[in-house]
């Protein structure tokens, strides 16, 4: 079966009102840790790749392990650029036959961030593939008080509806990465703060109110940072802060209610896998063997991601659709 069109992977959410679970992977463990999970489960699922997944694991090992993945499976398959930096990238992935390209000129002015993205745009849609665009600064919710004007100024590092939707009109970008108080990583908030979900809403119906449709929202930086997982990473050794905090699961249904179509998650598929093979080497130090680290790390990452899509995104049992 051939890869299935991020397109068509948002267009059925949409209508069936469910988040695209969209996992990053680097190695092979990790995605047969997502694939066997969505399988088991019958989700579609959109792969992720960054720049950095391709230094580590060369373009031609990626694509080849995706296309094994594919043949081994009947699920839905996209597979998307995480995070391109350039034109440049964007284009070499769109040619390697991604079904989406991420462009991040989300740290440029606005105007600059229309004209990459536009141009992004242009040359993916000539060659049958989407483009997911970011505006706003994915900096976390630390800059949403004490700023002159807050995260509703303007000038602040969150989206501001209205300019969401002039954005969207002067680019034609086919899904937007929002920036509500999210950012990547173990340590996303400090104290009560959370993602803003009212603003979520707001932008939601901007786009609605002006003709822009059920338009699809991508929410990065959507780990939740188990506490769990944190307390069996440092139970083995590791030393993690004591301030690891994530968006929790009941925020992330939320965000997939208001119209968030694609949650990214890649931190606590990490956090799964470190503290898997912590585990091995605290109770066997004399293991050495890969495949008795690495096989319970993917059986925890593949656990996680059960999770994720039968009970936060509701993406389970929607593959054949
Ligand atoms: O948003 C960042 C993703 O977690 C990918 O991270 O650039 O380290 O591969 P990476
Ligand atoms: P997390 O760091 O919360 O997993 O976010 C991942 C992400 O947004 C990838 O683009
Ligand atoms: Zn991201």
Redesign the pocket.
Known sequence: MPLTHTRDLFAKALKGKYALGAF?V?NMELLQAIIEACEEEKAPVML?I????RQ?ANPVYLKKLIEAAVSLTTIPIAVHL??GDSFELCRECIDEGFTSVMIDASHEPFEKNVEITKKVVEYAHKHNCVVESELGHLVGAQFDEGEEGGAHSVSGHYTVPEEAVKFVKETGCDSLAVAIGNS??AYKFKGSQHLDLERLKLIKSALMDAGLGDYPLVL??ASSVPKELAAEINKYGGKLGADTAGVPEADIEVARRTGCTKV?I??DLRLAMTAAIRKVFAENPKEFDPRKYLGPARSKVKDLVRHKIKDVLCCAGHAFD
């Not at 960054?50 to 997944?53: F, N, R, W």
């Open positions: 990053n680097n992720q960054s720049k950095g997944a580590y995480d995070h990547h990583g990065h930086g990214n890649d931190t």
